[in-house]
Nanobody, 124 residues
Framework: QVQLVESGGGVVQAGGSLRLSCAAS????????MGWFRQAPGKEREFVAAATSLSVTTGYADSVKGRFTISRDNNKTTLSLQMNKLKPEDTAAYYCAANSGNYYSSRERDYDFWGQGTQVTVSS
């Protein structure tokens, strides 16, 4: 198992930047593919970005492509999401998740472990 704790959320003006972090417990972090998802009020949770264990494969939702960057440090067992040029529509609770199958996926059901989330609010 792996436990995930997100941090770095907050309130930022449109056009600003935030960096989210996800600290993972356990020594098996490098065996998991990791992903970021988000959920806005009244909406379903949606895929944001994902990376396989050695970041050989990374991918992004079209809505964040070119603005967000996913990265991971397997030595520090940390997953990050650099968010630039934020828009009000990026406002959501952001969750990191681990996929023990270690394959790239944008589907929620492929992720076995989830963090509690961190809130990002972008003001216009």
């Amino acid at each position: 198992q792996v436990q995930l704790v997100e941090s770095g959320g907050g309130v930022v003006q449109a056009g600003g930047s935030l960096r989210l972090s996800c600290a993972a417990s356990g020594r098996t972090f490098s065996r998991y593919a990791m992903g970021w998802f988000r959920q806005a009020p009244g909406k379903e949770r949606e895929f944001v970005a994902a990376a396989t264990s050695l970041s050989v494969t990374t991918g992004y939702a079209d809505s964040v492509k070119g603005r967000f960057t996913i990265s991971r440090d397997n030595n520090k067992t940390t997953l990050s999401l650099q968010m630039n040029k934020l828009k009000p529509e990026d406002t959501a609770a952001y969750y990191c998740a681990a996929n023990s199958g270690n394959y790239y996926s944008s589907r929620e059901r492929d992720y076995d472990f989830w963090g509690q989330g961190t809130q990002v609010t972008v003001s216009s």
